[in-house]
């Protein structure tokens, strides 16, 4: 059984994907029983999804201002 270490670190990194069949029923296992890693990947999938919404109808420098801003915070965080 996989922790939800684990799970947030292959999810995150789309990991989960390429894997093979056992993984991947493990994580979907891990997820249907674990409702906050659950939560967690339906944010990131919004995200993403918000996201890719957003890319073409921002300007450049706003994106990188963006970009910067959150690559900051996550430093922060470390």
């Not at 409702?35 to 918000?50: E, F, G, N, P």
């Not at 996201?51 to 300007?59: G, I, N």
Request: one cysteine or more; a positive charge; aromatic letters at 6%.
């Amino acid at each position: 059984m996989y922790r939800c270490s684990e799970v947030v670190r292959l999810v995150s990194s789309d990991e989960y994907l390429t894997a093979g069949l056992l993984p991947r029923l493990g994580i979907r296992l891990h997820l249907a029983m674990c409702k906050y890693c659950a939560r967690y990947l339906r944010q990131l999938r919004v995200l993403a999804a918000v996201l890719r919404d957003t890319r073409d109808s921002l300007p450049a420098s706003e994106l990188e201002n963006a970009k910067a801003q959150i690559l900051q915070r996550l430093s922060e965080k470390s």
